[in-house]
């Protein structure tokens, strides 16, 4: 269900939605990489376009975030709502688009049963680690843990 | 949102299954491949989906604040009637693009295309068969003038390419190309039908449409972007895809595309029943913003891939001096990238069927040199079908005058192929008792 308020609107994503992402992104990362985000929002919308959401701000596409509902992965048998990926571009920031867009996804989320929402971060990015506080995403028991791998560990001990 | 699944009495469920082993053969090899092509996405189900919790209220028209119809001897006759010509239509538009996909889709050019076209196909089944459960969970006799429901799915399971309600389901592809276009452009008109139809009126029917819609959004995705990397692949000057072969089957599609509307003069008794929110005409212009939309992005893949070195913000203002003033680009001409054509372009329905209007809105009298401007802008492959010698043969007698536009439009279309029952050397009908 799509919500304006005064010259933005929320609404789900939609396919016509990847150039302007392919644009948000470049003009956070400088990198130019349509093949990626054409796969990403293939997969969002496949799994629940409902569930993603991109926000508009006269007409045109300057935000998204795209989620989706997970279940059975790492032991977590109860579904939960995933947030992957976002991006707002800069020149509209400061708006609440993110917490607007974050609104809608609990929404749909709710409407499914979803009683949880999950995400990684990078708690050296303070910037995008503050934007998650400020939704109101805490810390949560379940930790993200990494093991590295030398180089040339395929050859035999 | 909560969904019930529902499956139809065995002999119907049979039936779809028995016509999707003859009309959708690579069914079971999408089904062993389905975690391949779509990890972790849910196994598909051929069943009936309805949204639980929607609005018990009739939104639009006559009837707007009243409480939703349930069953169709609720409606009046009319009303019944109406909506039956509706789900009819539906059902056929469904079964009939797997008939068009399958022809073709073994000359996809990479299993990832082919097998995204094998799981619209399967959800346009789905889609068929959530039709048939509108048909039979209710009596619809007072409505139907006597046919049975089991008559009724008799009649959608024999239709062929060719005998289907809608003419964009009675085209044959002549290539893949066809699959992918057919998805961007056709689907979405899907959308559209679906989206007005969430309000209807009949409560199952409305029931039927978000189940739908969230499928129908992977659909689009499955054509717009093998077109956008095609356009990609073109860019780099790609020997096997051109923009101008994509232009060719947007041609095809396009004004059959528009047809699928309705006259854009009418719609007014979808909405006076309440059955939809739009008329024609506005659901037309909407859909008409969203694919320039769409080709608009396409020709930015392709010229973002001609010329990688260049700042977006230069690729923008090129797209719009290219697409809005018709200039050129380092050598680009604005004929290079793929447009919409005209939007009376090439009809046979609607206030401007039969009428001779090329793509960017030039006028022709004679019907031969139209003729040959069309051999200009359509694949070799459609010009040569049954379906261009039937168009040309009845724009002829429009022409002469030796028939009326509107007498013209209902001839089309005519290409109904013999037979229709079940091929099976022991059976003659889909539905077995």
Redesign the interface.
Known sequence: MAQAIAGTRIRPL???D??SIV?ID?RISGI?R??VW?HR??YY??????CSQVAEVDGKMVGFMLADV?GGEFGLEEPAGWVERFGIDPDHRGRDLGKQMFAAIVR?LA???VRSVRTLVDTRDAQVAGFLGALGFVPAPLQALEYGIEPGSTEKA | MKVENVTLEKKYHDAVEHWRRHNFKDYELLLENWQKYFPTDENFCLCAKLELGTSDTVAVGDHAGEKKRVAPDQLTEEEARHLLAIIRAQASTEFGSIQQHAATIDRAPDDEDRFWVMRVMAEELRHGYQMIHLLLSEDWSHASGGTSGKEMVEEILSMQTGSHVLDAFNLDYDSFIDNVVFAAFIDRVGKYQLTMQKVCAYKPMADSMPPMLREEAFHLAAGVVPMRRWAQRAGKDDVFLSMATLQESINKWFPRALEMFGDERGGDTNIKFGFKDLKNREAQDQYIEEVTRMLHDINSRFLRSRFPGDAPEAIERALEGLESRRESYHGVAWTDLVRLPDRRFFRRKGESAWQMIGIDGETFTDVDTWLHYLAKHLNSGYMASRDLKMYADVLRKVAAGELKPEEASKRMPRLKRVGGACPCSKSVRWVVD
């Open positions: 939609d396919e016509l990847i150039g644009r470049e130019y349509p093949e054409e929002v293939t919308l496949r799994r629940d376009p409902e997970r749909q409407g499914q049963g």
